[in-house]
């Protein structure tokens, strides 16, 4: 038999779904808008997908969603433009999304996805910073502002303010999947000190009893307006799609190992595998030139 094809992962879809009831979880999530043509949660799986596949912007997906077994995945009729992803997240169910998040950091834990790695049998958890949207020229009100020196090509350099926003995440370490367990965003003239005591004050009514071992911190704070929700929901979609795919690239990297399987072709076959959510019960197509 010539042509043999390469080791197939298991499907990335039936994992999310067996594992997570990802798309039950999906069908949750809502936003603001009145009957909208294109659901909440296509938005919410095609910005997921994007992260997923790190396409770089919007353009790519555009391009992306021109492919009918994408759209179907999405449960399109047809594609939708970018205006589209910019009124839904703007308004954006944040608590569905911060609840879901929560949903896979659990089943994680539970399915011993933290236990590697352990520190003398404890888990790690660390803050870290996380920034978005900085801009020269556009900014909100709840943007923070700095002084920035930038060098042009020919003259002096020009000192100019510089808008954006900034967070503070607490983050998984200690185990190879290191998935976020909460952001929390910094209000102007905030310190990042501030909006870590916030969130970590946050997370016992998340998770319950002590998700993590090492790094606790009492907080009196409350909790603060979300600066800028579309950046907020964009942040929360990709903390799972981080989470989601390294679970699930590691749980199967014996497998890529094994079969010395190529970094490009784990990536077609997560592709194809998460395009087909429900494959259809059928015979196997037997490869050409199979004798
Ligand atoms: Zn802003």
């Given at each position: 038999m010539k042509d043999k094809p390469a080791h197939q992962l298991p499907s990335f879809a039936g994992y999310l779904n067996q594992v997570f009831a990802f798309r039950t979880a999906a069908e949750r999530l809502r936003d603001a808008r009145q009957d909208p043509e294109f659901s909440p949660q296509s938005v919410f799986l095609a910005v997921f997908y994007a992260f997923v596949f790190r396409l770089p912007s919007f353009q790519p997906l555009e391009a992306e969603l021109a492919q009918p077994a994408l759209r179907s995945w999405l449960g399109l009729e047809r594609a939708f433009r970018d205006d589209v992803l910019r009124y839904s997240l703007c308004s954006f169910d944040l608590d569905g999304?911060?609840?879901?998040?929560?949903?896979?950091?659990?089943?994680?834990?539970?399915?011993?996805?933290?236990?590697?790695?352990?520190?003398?049998?404890?888990?790690?958890?660390a803050l870290d910073g996380i920034e978005g949207l900085s801009s020269y020229s556009r900014c909100c009100e709840s943007c923070l502002q700095r002084r920035v020196t930038t060098l042009d090509d020919d003259g002096p350099p020009v000192e100019r303010t510089q808008y954006y926003h900034r967070a503070v995440g607490c983050q998984i370490v200690s185990a190879p999947v290191?998935?976020?367990?909460?952001?929390?965003?910094?209000?102007?003239?905030?310190?990042?000190?501030?909006?870590?005591?916030?969130?970590?004050?946050?997370?016992?009514?998340?998770?319950?009893?002590?998700?993590f071992d090492i790094l606790l911190l009492d907080s009196l704070y409350a909790q603060a307006p979300v600066p800028n929700r579309g950046l907020a929901a964009v942040t929360l979609i990709r903390g799972l799609a981080f989470a989601l795919s390294s679970a699930f690239t590691l749980l199967h990297s014996k497998i890529v190992r094994l079969y010395q399987t190529p970094r490009i072709e784990v990536a077609r076959q997560l592709h194809r595998s998460l395009w087909q959510m429900q494959p259809p019960a059928r015979a196997p197509t037997v490869p050409a030139g199979a004798s």
């Open positions: 999304l911060r609840q879901m998040l929560v949903t896979v950091n659990r089943c994680l834990k539970r399915n011993k996805a933290f236990d590697a790695g352990r520190l003398q049998g404890r888990i790690v958890a290191k998935p976020f367990l909460a952001v929390e965003w910094l209000q102007p003239g905030e310190g990042e000190d501030t909006a870590a005591r916030r969130l970590l004050a946050q997370l016992p009514e998340l998770y319950g009893s002590p998700f």
